[in-house]
């Protein structure tokens, strides 16, 4: 009997402990001291900080910028971008609060107009800090991105013609 008090007991006191070392942390709206672990910055982080080679600023997009292409970048932006380049590419996505991020607006001209096809190309591939690499993409996703980026910087892309090559058929010779 003398046994099932003592472990009873045993089992408050780790209980009460634990208790008391969760109120003890800061919670998450609160500043952690400086220079502790479980401070995070609290200025949105730049995104693309990069040192582009000059072959890979001048390595141009194999893929025409047509509505196809465009259409197809869009398709894979919804699903691998948008949680923080936002469903409109205007930096605006769920995850810039949280991770205290500050995508560009790719809806606004001037973001890319200084940024060749390549460079925007070698930014997906390497990613950042911030943005994971895309390495895992094919090279015509990410080029279809780069089209659909452009798109929303408002340049036109030429219409279908029907004769576009479809995407992911694999052709078995008969």
Known sequence: ??????????????????????????KSDEK???????????????VHDYKIS??????????????????????IFNTQCVMCHGENGDGKGD?????KINPPDFTKPETLKNRTDGELFAIMNVGSGVMPDQRRMTETHKWNIVNFLRSLSGKTPE???????????ILVPQ
Request: charged share 25%.
């Open 1 to 26: 009997m003398a046994a099932k008090h003592l472990i009873g007991l045993l089992v408050f006191s780790l209980a009460l402990g634990n208790s008391w070392a969760q109120e003890e942390q800061p």
């Open 32 to 46: 952690a001291p400086s220079g502790t672990a479980a401070s995070a910055p609290t200025t949105p982080q730049a």
């Open 54 to 75: 000059p072959e890979d600023a001048a390595r141009k997009n194999p893929t025409k910028f047509g509505s196809v292409s465009v259409e197809r970048g869009k398709k």
């Open 95 to 99: 995850m810039v609060e949280e991770m």
């Open 159 to 169: 219409k279908a013609t029907g004769k576009e090559a479809e995407e992911n058929v």
